[in-house]
């Protein structure tokens, strides 16, 4: 039975974000009323984000709010993104319940799974193998939240559903090279290469790991489907279907940009996980596919880093 948001208050937890601030877009002509909390009401605070509910009182919840970052900023603050992902997850889903929400998506991340999956990765290969080390802690979190959504399920009768977004990207997002993921990390670095007439840009890691990229205007749009059309215990995969070595997303970054320097690598910087894609198979059997081809989404992305967009 589908989820008509028509009339509905839906709460867009973390909608200064990049992903959060894509889904409060993409639910302009869904017919409801959206609902969002100012940065003063403090998520990790059990007794802040009960007092909201209670004056606010959504019907529909999205849990797009987390400490989020790259690589490096996974590695380098283990106790940040393991607590404050816990803490914020924990209040947004047991206040909803509390509060007699009817509806509630929680969003997780593609780095859930083993770090040797199989590929392309199937939803049940989640807690089949070891996660990959820089960002178990975030990891640990994620997994936190779907079983939460699956323990009010069983024992409360709660419509509470999890999507698993794949490496994101779009207007919005993080270009703080130290904490920012590679894809705006490319755009920035390519554009001040060329704006400087540097003769080349410089890459962490070797460049041979794949990863798979989905433009946030595809994720909102996935996530609006599956409030509406998806009711179960099982987490749902949210990606692209294709994946891209680190090395050739960096000359289609450039290409984009207009530089035209070398790509060098610092080895001594970590790789991560090898390959991790997503099988799309699930939501695609639900009728959902995305629209955004990379090339076209990181020129999408560009123009709103040179409008000044996203954080710095
Ligand atoms: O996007 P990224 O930081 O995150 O890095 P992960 C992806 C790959 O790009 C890694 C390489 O192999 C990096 O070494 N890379 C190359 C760079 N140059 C750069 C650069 O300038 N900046 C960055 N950041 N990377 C994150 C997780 O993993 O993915 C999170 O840590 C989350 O938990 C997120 O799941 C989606 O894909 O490795």
Redesign the pocket.
């Known amino acids: 039975m589908a989820y008509d948001l028509a009339g509905k208050c839906v709460y867009v937890a973390g909608h200064k974000g990049m992903v959060g601030s894509a889904i409060v877009r993409r639910l302009e002509g869904e017919g409801c009323e959206v609902l969002t909390a100012d940065r003063s009401v403090d998520l990790r605070d059990q007794a802040a984000v009960r007092d909201w509910y209670a004056a606010n009182r959504p019907d529909a919840v999205v849990v797009a709010a987390a400490k ?5 900023a ?1 590695d380098s603050y283990p106790a940040d993104f393991l607590y404050d992902n816990l803490m914020i997850e924990a209040n947004l889903i047991e206040a909803a319940f509390r509060n007699n929400v009817e509806k509630l998506l929680f969003l997780g ?3 859930i799974y083993p770090k040797m999956a199989p590929q392309p990765i199937p939803e049940d290969a989640l807690l089949t193998g070891p996660l990959e080390p ?2 178990e802690w ?2 640990v979190a994620k997994i936190a939240g779907i079983k939460l959504c699956q323990a009010y399920r069983r024992q409360h009768g709660c419509d509470y559903i999890s999507a698993m977004p794949t ?2 990207y779009g207007p919005g997002d993080n270009f703080d ?1 130290q904490s ?4 705006p ?2 755009i920035r ?1 390519a554009h001040e290469a060329r704006e400087t007439g540097a003769a080349s840009i410089e ?3 070797t ?1 041979s ?1 794949r ?1 798979e990229f989905l433009h946030v205007d595809d994720l909102a749009d996935g996530c609006v489907f599956l409030l509406k059309e998806y009711s179960g215990e099982e987490h749902v995969n949210l990606g692209s279907g294709i994946d891209i070595p ?1 090395i050739d997303l960096a000359e289609m970054v450039c290409e984009v940009v207009g530089f035209e320097g070398t790509i060098t690598t610092d080895v001594t ?5 090898p390959r ?1 894609l997503m099988s799309g198979d699930k939501i695609a059997a639900m009728g959902w596919k995305p629209k955004i081809a990379l090339r076209e989404g990181i020129a999408d992305a560009y123009r709103a880093f040179l409008n000044g967009e996203g954080k710095r």
């Open positions: 989020v970052g790259g690589i490096m996974n991340s593609s780095c820089t960002n975030y990891a490496n994101l090279l920012s993921h590679v894809l990390a490319l670095k890459i962490w890691g460049g790991p990863r680190i910087k970590p790789d991560g996980t991790k």
